[in-house]
């Protein structure tokens, strides 16, 4: 049996995807108390190690051929004002890096690193090329490949995935984007629907070209779903509907402008709610788990902070396994 080590483990939907192949978690480390209490609740406590990454060294890290890192990526977006490497969350990578390096000859011969796409431009690029060097001064090859979720369900989510392996890495095509997976087959008939005059507030929050939008929709003769945010344009709270039927790229919902919402729109009516928990686990591929142990909030907190279980299983079928095997 493979098995992985598996750093910034978050809610444990990395070890989701790598489980389906027979990649088996032996040790996972994440900080955050309310994370650590969901992947706990779905892979008991045996691997998880809850603490600050900064306080591990190579010799506490077991001997395993295969190692994952989903580091923060508040410094690589708008969120984090794309520090980058010089912001406090972003920058864990490197002390993943340190710990290898630690390892000495007993690092793993394949890793595995995600985050956002903001990883490869953060500092004109210069972040990208500290953590592929990093790598490459360990001994490993890298490559990388751009994967989104949308392949596997209905919501844009395009991450880049660096790989290392000390051998000859050679990765294939990323799986296209389907166009017939839509949001109206995950979202819940009922719900919570917003009464006539906070609809009417969110219409009127609409920009011209918005509001077109949402007409069109509602001209049509078969209901839609739409996932829609909330921005701030010019200093005011305004919403924006995606173009097509599907919901955007789950975010951590903390703030005004995280949160996702979905439109249905058709047969002459528009109406709107707040997106579900449900709804973000079946965007997640991650509906199979259990989520009792903290609150819907703090559950769609998790998952917006974490992998889509599909795409974890392509790329182990389609690139870790084939590595791993030479």
Same mark, same amino acid.
């Given at each position: 049996m493979?098995?992985?080590?598996?750093?910034?483990?978050?809610?444990?939907?990395?070890?989701? #995807?790598?489980?389906?192949?027979?990649?088996?978690?032996?040790?996972?480390?994440?900080?955050?108390?309310?994370?650590?209490?969901?992947?706990?609740?779905?892979?008991?406590?045996?691997?998880?190690?809850?603490?600050?990454?900064?306080?591990?060294?190579?010799?506490?890290?077991?001997?395993?051929?295969?190692v994952?890192?989903?580091?923060?990526?508040?410094?690589?977006?708008?969120?984090?004002h794309?520090?980058?490497?010089?912001?406090?969350q972003?920058?864990?990578?490197?002390?993943?890096?340190?710990?290898?390096?630690e390892?000495?000859?007993?690092?793993?011969?394949?890793?595995?690193?995600?985050?956002?796409?903001?990883?490869?431009?953060?500092?004109? #690029?210069?972040?990208?090329?500290?953590?592929?060097?990093g790598?490459?001064?360990?001994?490993?090859?890298?490559?990388?490949?751009?994967?989104?979720?949308?392949?596997?369900?209905?919501?844009?989510?395009?991450?880049?995935?660096?790989?290392?392996?000390?051998?000859?890495?050679?990765?294939?095509?990323?799986?296209?984007?389907?166009?017939?997976?839509?949001?109206?087959?995950?979202?819940?008939?009922?719900?919570?629907?917003?009464?006539?005059?906070?609809?009417?507030?969110?219409?009127?929050?609409?920009?011209?070209?918005?509001?077109?939008?949402?007409?069109?929709?509602?001209?049509?003769?078969?209901? #839609?779903?739409?996932?829609?945010?909330?921005?701030?344009?010019?200093?005011?709270?305004?919403?924006?509907?995606?173009?097509?039927?599907?919901?955007?790229?789950?975010r951590?919902?903390?703030?005004?402008?995280?949160?996702?919402?979905?439109?249905?729109? #058709?047969?002459?009516?528009?109406?709107?709610?707040?997106?579900?928990?449900?709804?973000?686990?079946?965007?997640?591929?991650a509906?199979?788990?259990?989520?009792?142990?903290?609150?819907?909030?703090?559950?769609?907190?998790?998952?917006?902070?974490?992998?889509?279980v599909?795409?974890?299983?392509?790329?182990?079928?389609?690139?870790?396994?084939?590595?791993?095997?030479?």
């Amino acid at each position: 049996m493979i098995c992985t080590v598996e750093f910034f483990a978050g809610m444990g939907l990395m070890r989701a #995807g790598l489980e389906r192949v027979g990649i088996k978690t032996v040790f996972a480390n994440d900080i955050d108390e309310t994370k650590a209490k969901l992947y706990a609740d779905n892979w008991g406590r045996e691997v998880l190690h809850v603490g600050d990454i900064r306080a591990l060294n190579g010799d506490d890290i077991p001997d395993t051929e295969l190692v994952t890192a989903s580091f923060p990526c508040t410094d690589m977006s708008l969120a984090g004002h794309y520090k980058g490497l010089k912001g406090t969350q972003s920058s864990l990578v490197l002390d993943y890096l340190r710990i290898l390096d630690e390892m000495g000859a007993r690092a793993p011969r394949t890793m595995m690193i995600e985050n956002v796409m903001g990883f490869l431009t953060a500092n004109d #690029g210069r972040d990208w090329e500290t953590v592929v060097g990093g790598i490459r001064s360990l001994g490993y090859r890298t490559a990388h490949i751009v994967v989104d979720a949308s392949a596997f369900v209905p919501q844009s989510r395009a991450r880049v995935f660096l790989f290392g392996h000390k051998g000859t890495i050679e990765l294939p095509e990323p799986p296209n984007v389907r166009k017939d997976l839509r949001l109206a087959t995950v979202a819940e008939e009922d719900g919570d629907w917003w009464p006539p005059d906070r609809l009417r507030a969110f219409m009127q929050t609409l920009s011209p070209l918005q509001s077109k939008r949402v007409s069109r929709y509602q001209r049509r003769f078969w209901p #839609g779903y739409y996932g829609a945010f909330r921005r701030t344009r010019g200093g005011r709270a305004v919403w924006e509907v995606r173009s097509d039927e599907r919901a955007g790229a789950l975010r951590t919902t903390r703030g005004g402008s995280a949160k996702q919402a979905i439109v249905r729109a #058709g047969c002459g009516d528009v109406a709107v709610r707040w997106m579900s928990l449900k709804e973000y686990a079946r965007l997640q591929g991650a509906d199979h788990l259990r989520y009792d142990s903290v609150t819907p909030s703090q559950a769609m907190f998790a998952l917006g902070d974490a992998v889509c279980v599909p795409v974890i299983e392509w790329l182990a079928k389609h690139c870790l396994i084939p590595l791993l095997r030479q």
